[in-house]
């Protein structure tokens, strides 16, 4: 029975909302608490910063080595009633799906579409590396997970987001609203495969069958082409929790075969040592993350960039 299976424990990943609050005054705030920071070298390899934190013991956290403004805490820490996280400062969420937004990168000012966005972790992150300032339209066409986003967006305090009810591969690209938006960040529905208390159950019957892998699939593929379709798009991230090829290298490859000329991938996190599988050249620069080798749910990110245009410049 289900509460015989054993359990993956992955660290507590604590996203500092630098909207509401700062680094330093959290970190001051769980000392204060008796939390006890641990220390590392600077030039820690990735697989012993790993190694680290599978080891974090109740009450020890440590600043990560990898994403900026993200704690971590040993498996189980529950802050669910904690003052910080009910007035909005911390934000419970995997290392992993931290890469979206910081891979997409766009500056203050940016028009951005996150175009399958709810319940909206990865818009609020959005929303803090943008400083709250630009606009950021995050569309769902699931309205009920849309309202749980509105919820958590207010309290987040990410004031730059205007959420639409919307199914993404129904948004022109070339409409006056839109056409200006330079970055997205796509994170369709997908198997879920990757996450780890359900990777570790994952039984035969627990698969997806291959016809769901397949509508899966070619969902993803359309949405990743629509996407690639809007004419001012400098950058785009396409993210899934699946640990699938047919929903991640094997997406990017036929997205990439669409667009050869417009768009590459960018070669991205040399530090992150986990890659893409090599299946196609260029795959290994896309990233994988899984909790063998990362201490996360499996995941997995690839960055597309516009190719320069060779369109005369203006003088
Ligand atoms: N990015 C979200 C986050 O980090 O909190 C998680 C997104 S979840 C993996 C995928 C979302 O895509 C679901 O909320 C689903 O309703 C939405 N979705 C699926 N098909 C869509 C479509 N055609 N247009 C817009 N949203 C869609």
Known sequence: TDHLKPEVTLPRYIR????????TAVIQLFQNDDYDMLQYS???????????????KEKQ????????????FAP?????NHPLYKNGSIIF???????????LKPPPGSIVIDACAAPGNKTTHLATIMENDGTIYGIDRDSSRLSTMKVLITRAGASCITLLNKDFLKIMPTSQRFSGVEYIL??????????????????????????????????????????????KLKRLVY???????????????????????????????????CRGKNLFSDAENCLRASPKETATNGFFVAVFDAVCSVDAPDF
């Not at 956290?61 to 971590?72: R, S």
């Not at 189980?76 to 669910?80: A, E, F, N, R």
């Open 93 to 103: 969420q995997d290392k992993a799906s931290c890469l979206p937004a910081l891979l």
């Open 42 to 56: 600077k030039d820690i390899s990735f697989k012993e910063f790993v190694d680290l934190v599978a080891e974090l």
């Open 186 to 231: 796509l994170d369709p529905s997908c198997s879920g495969s990757g996450i780890a208390n359900r990777l570790d159950h994952l039984t035969d019957s627990d698969k997806p069958s291959p016809e769901r892998l397949t509508k899966l699939s070619s969902f993803q593929l359309q949405a990743l082409k629509h996407a690639l379709s809007f004419p």
């Open 239 to 273: 993210s899934t929790c699946s640990i699938y090829d047919q929903e991640n290298e094997l997406v990017v490859q036929a997205a990439l075969k669409e667009y050869a000329g417009r768009f590459r991938l960018a070669s991205v996190l040399h530090e992150w040592k």
């Open 16 to 23: 500092i909302n630098t909207l509401i609050s700062t680094t």
């Open 61 to 72: 956290f440590v600043e990560d080595a990898h994403i900026p403004e993200l704690l971590v």
């Open 76 to 80: 189980g820490t529950d802050l669910h």
